[in-house]
C-alpha cells in the first residue's frame, strides 16, 4: 500500500470531519443473540488484556437495526447459509489427484467445531501464521491434489463460512504470544497507521468513533468474529480481506491484495481484539 502524501492540517481536519461528521451517538443496543432458540451468542464482554483503549468488546450485531439483527436469529432467515449450503456439498465431494475429499480426512463438518474460534494461528510447520483459507488451501493442495483456490472467491468463501457456521456460540480465542507475536506486531502497526487522502486508520473509525455515524450506517468496533458475512449492500457473502480491501479503498489508498502478509497481520490483530466473543458467522450486516 503507498501512504500518500500528508495533507495540510485544515484540509485533514475537512476530509475527517465529511467522513465521520454529523453523527448521532448511539451505543450498542441491549438485544441478545440466540440463534435457532439454542445457539447462545455472547455479543458482549470484557475487553481483552491487550485492548488498550477501552474496556468493553461488542459484536457488530449490536450496533445494525432491528430488520437486520432479525436475519440471524434463524438460520432460515439468514442468505448467508446458502453458502454454508453449497460448501456442504463440496465437503463430501472428491477432487483432485488424490481422488479425496475434505470428509475422507475430517469427517462429518461438525468434527471441525472449534477451528474458527482459534484461526488465524501459528503454523509450525510452515513456519507462518495462517489464516482458514491459507490452511484450505494447504488441505487442497498437499492432501487433495487439488488446484488451490483464489483466496477471496465464492467457493472459499463459502467453505469458511461452514467452518464458521459449527463453531457458533464458541469464545473466540486467537493466539498471539510465541512466534505469532512479530506478525501480531505488524497488525497493530498497521490497523494504527494512517493512509489514503483522507489519512485515516482503522482505529479512527472503529475504536474513536464506534456507535457514531457514517454515512446511514453505525461504526462497530470492527470485530471479526461474524465473519465471513452476507452485507446486504452487495447481497453476497464476505470474506474479512473483502472487508479490509474495501475499508482501505475508502480512506482513498492503494489497497494491499486479500491473502497479502500485510493482511494476514492485520487479521490476527483484529481477530485477537474480539478474544471472549462468540464465533458468529456466518453473520447478517449492511
Not at 502524501?5 to 485533514?12: F, L, P
Not at 443496543?29 to 468493553?56: C, M, R, S, W, Y
Not at 487433495?144 to 463460512?161: H, I, L, P, S
Request: contains cysteine; hydrophobic residues 35%; glycine residues 8%.
Amino acid at each position: 500500500m503507498i501512504k500518500l502524501a500528508s495533507k495540510s492540517a485544515s484540509y485533514i481536519a475537512l476530509a475527517a470531519a465529511t467522513v465521520l461528521a454529523g453523527a448521532a451517538m448511539a451505543d450498542p443496543d441491549e438485544d441478545q443473540l440466540v440463534i435457532n432458540g439454542e445457539i447462545e451468542i455472547v455479543t458482549e464482554t470484557k475487553a481483552p488484556a491487550h485492548v488498550e483503549n477501552f474496556d468493553t468488546i461488542y459484536s457488530g450485531w449490536r450496533f445494525r437495526s432491528d430488520e437486520t439483527q432479525a436475519f440471524e436469529i434463524d438460520d432460515f432467515d439468514n442468505p448467508g447459509m446458502l453458502g454454508v449450503e453449497a460448501a456442504l456439498d463440496v465437503w463430501a465431494t472428491a477432487e483432485g489427484s488424490e481422488g479425496k475429499s475434505c470428509a475422507d480426512c475430517h469427517g462429518e463438518p461438525d468434527e471441525m467445531a472449534g477451528a474458527r474460534a482459534v484461526y488465524p494461528k501459528w503454523n509450525e510447520e510452515a513456519g507462518e501464521v495462517r489464516t482458514l483459507e491459507m490452511q484450505v488451501n494447504d488441505c487442497r493442495e498437499t492432501r487433495m491434489g487439488a488446484e488451490a483456490w483464489k483466496y477471496n472467491a465464492r467457493g472459499m468463501t463459502d467453505m469458511v463460512a461452514l467452518l464458521s457456521s459449527v463453531s457458533r456460540g464458541m469464545p473466540m480465542n486467537v493466539a498471539i504470544d510465541g512466534p505469532a507475536q512479530s506478525t501480531w506486531e505488524k497488525g497493530k502497526e498497521i490497523y494504527y497507521t494512517r493512509y489514503g487522502q483522507l489519512e485515516l486508520s482503522c482505529a479512527n473509525c472503529h475504536e474513536d468513533n464506534y456507535g457514531n455515524m457514517i454515512r446511514a450506517d453505525h461504526l462497530s468496533q470492527g470485530q471479526t468474529n461474524g465473519f465471513p458475512t452476507y452485507r446486504l449492500k452487495n447481497t453476497k457473502l464476505n470474506s474479512v480481506h473483502d472487508r479490509f480491501k474495501g475499508c482501505i479503498r475508502d480512506t482513498r489508498a492503494h489497497t494491499y491484495a486479500p491473502g497479502s502478509p500485510e493482511f494476514v497481520a492485520l487479521e490476527l490483530y483484529v481477530a485477537s481484539r474480539g478474544n471472549g466473543l462468540s464465533v458468529e458467522g456466518p453473520s447478517v450486516r449492511n
